[in-house]
């Protein structure tokens, strides 16, 4: 069992979309927007500051991120594990593709890097993505790596046989890319999958009593500069979702605290 980590809920405010906080006074926000070349891709600079930031405060908590066009910061936060643990990525990509811009972190490309870089590394669980999308992905077939697609999570079967070669003995980090939902539960910036947030919770739920979870972070905002009145809408719905989203995460820590006491890794204040 690793040693008990100070717990830190944050929020990386990259663009101004967090005018209202997602939940409560018990975030801490960090002010982002003067962290210039971090859009899409990240520079060393950017790249070093982030990583500062993290670092300082750790990765035991929940914590969102801005828009999609950040993801890449699940890999900071994982470059902070220094055990064996799995990644599991809720996301309707699979953000490993080869990035355009060589040596620089993206939020297309970041998943891949984990892979490639990250020693402690077990597993990496894909969800929700289409088969199609998963049938372009080269590292399909890496034994790391576990596809569970969208298609296959609405045929209980198949999924649980996906499910069962999860190491369910050493601990977790959830990622969650909001895009992986339907748009009547969430409005992102890209393109979105068909997932309702009751299957997501359904499969949080599992995963939550199942593992250990190290630390959760959650992208998907919509941006500022888009058509105001899109914009005001996918607030409205975002921001209900945040709060419906980590809420249903705190109970379910706490709840797992109750049963066994023991074994977590996040305690939410």
């Known amino acids: 069992m690793q040693q008990k980590q ?10 101004g979309v967090y005018e209202q906080t997602p939940v ?17 891709y990240c520079s060393k600079q950017a790249k070093d500051k982030i990583k500062k930031m993290i670092h300082k405060y750790g990765i035991h908590g929940i914590h969102f991120l801005d828009s999609g066009d ?32 060589e040596g ?15 020693p402690y590394l077990q597993q990496l669980i894909l969800i929700g993505q289409s088969i199609k ?6 590292w399909i077939h890496n034994p790391k790596v576990i ?11 198949k999924a649980a046989q996906k499910f069962h070669k999860l190491r369910t003995n050493i601990p977790l980090y959830l990622s969650i890319d909001k895009d992986v939902l339907r748009r009547q ?15 997501l919770e359904d499969l949080l739920l599992f995963l939550i009593h199942q593992c250990d979870i190290v630390g959760v972070d959650i992208c998907g905002e919509y941006q500022q500069e888009s058509n105001l009145t899109e914009y005001l809408h996918a607030q409205k719905i975002n921001y209900h979702l945040n709060n419906e989203l980590y809420e249903f995460l ?17 305690d939410i204040p």
């Open 70 to 101: 950040y993801h890449y910061i699940t890999k900071f936060m994982t470059d902070e594990i220094r055990f064996p643990f799995s990644l599991v990525m809720f996301d309707h990509h699979t953000d490993m593709q080869e990035p355009l811009v």
């Open 147 to 157: 596809a569970i697609s969208y298609e296959e999570l609405t045929k209980r079967k």
């Open 185 to 199: 539960d969430a409005v992102t910036n890209w393109n979105q999958g068909e997932m309702s947030f009751s299957m």
């Open 6 to 15: 100070q717990v830190r809920n944050l929020i990386f405010d990259f663009t």
């Open 250 to 266: 705190k109970c379910q820590f706490q709840k797992r605290k109750r049963i066994n006491p023991k074994k977590r890794f996040i």
């Open 133 to 138: 999308t998963l049938r372009h992905c080269t």
């Open 24 to 40: 409560n006074e018990q975030f801490l926000i960090l002010n982002c927007t003067h962290i210039h070349g971090s859009r899409l």
């Open 104 to 118: 620089m972190t993206s939020c297309g490309s970041w998943a891949a890097e984990v892979m490639e870089q990250n």
